[in-house]
């Protein structure tokens, strides 16, 4: 199962850092991402990190965005900075153990707004 949580109200500018607290080892997972759903608009990618921490990152979020793990604390953490209004939108973080088997945890929102 996944936990994700760290969402809520920022003004434009602002930070936030979501985390994602898996209930077993991220170690057995190769790759771990955080995906965004906006109102009226599809699922997209904003940004994924594998067990070597190699990372990937949409354009929209690059260079305002960072991903990684701790494995410690199994969990997955998203800083965001530089936020904009576009940001707006419900944050799924998922785990691939491989490309059959997925889950995903519930959202939580974060919101863009003066």
């Known amino acids: 199962q996944l936990q994700a949580s760290g969402g809520g109200l920022v ?5 936030l850092r ?24 599809p699922r997209e990618l904003a940004a994924t990190i594998t067990s070597g921490d190699s990372t990937n990152y949409a354009d929209s979020v690059k260079g305002r965005c960072t991903i990684f793990r701790d494995n410690s604390k199994m969990t997955m ?11 707006t939108a419900v944050y799924y973080c998922k785990a691939d153990y491989s ?13 863009v707004s003066s």
């Open 11 to 15: 003004q434009p500018g602002g930070s």
């Open 18 to 41: 979501l985390s994602c607290v898996a209930s077993g080892s991220l170690i057995s997972i190769p790759v771990m991402g955080w995906y965004r759903q906006a109102p009226g608009k």
């Open 77 to 87: 953490y998203l800083v965001m900075n530089s936020l904009k209004p576009e940001d």
């Open 99 to 111: 490309s059959r088997t997925a889950y995903w945890g519930k959202g939580t929102l974060v919101t």
